[in-house]
Nanobody, 127 residues
Framework: QVQLVESGGGLIEPGGSLRLSCAAS????????MAWFRQVPGKEREFVAG????????YSSDDLKGRFAISRDKARNTVYLQMTSLKPEDTAVYYC????????????????????WGQGTQVTVSS
């Protein structure tokens, strides 16, 4: 049974940093894209960043690319999201996800292309 378990969320002041982790079990995902999404109440889940099986990366915006960094440790079957210079608008539940297809040529930002999802971790940026 595949499980994705996120950790590292919490309450942080504006300008602070957090590192999210997502550990996968039940299957090896070294040949799959892994990604982070986030969601606030009343809004659609949105793509944050993804990392391909060859470790290419995609970010949803230049702003996030300048403040967040996605990485993975294939030996640990884990993906990370280092978040810096956090802003109140970054407040959301953050989810990790695994692509439904192996060895995709490019990272996809489409939620329906991801098969496995974690339970989410809350990130709150507030003073």
């Amino acid at each position: 049974q595949v499980q994705l378990v996120e950790s590292g969320g919490g309450l942080i002041e504006p300008g602070g940093s957090l590192r999210l982790s997502c550990a996968a079990s039940g299957r090896i995902f070294s040949s799959y894209t892994m990604a982070w999404f986030r969601q606030v109440p009343g809004k659609e889940r949105e793509f944050v960043a993804g990392i391909g099986w060859r470790e290419s990366t995609l970010y949803s915006s230049d702003d996030l690319k300048g403040r967040f960094a996605i990485s993975r440790d294939k030996a640990r079957n884990t993906v990370y999201l280092q978040m810096t210079s956090l802003k109140p608008e970054d407040t959301a539940v953050y989810y990790c996800a695994v692509d439904r297809l192996p060895a995709r040529r490019e990272v996809t930002a489409l939620p329906h292309e991801y098969e496995f999802w974690g339970q989410g971790t809350q990130v709150t940026v507030s003073s």
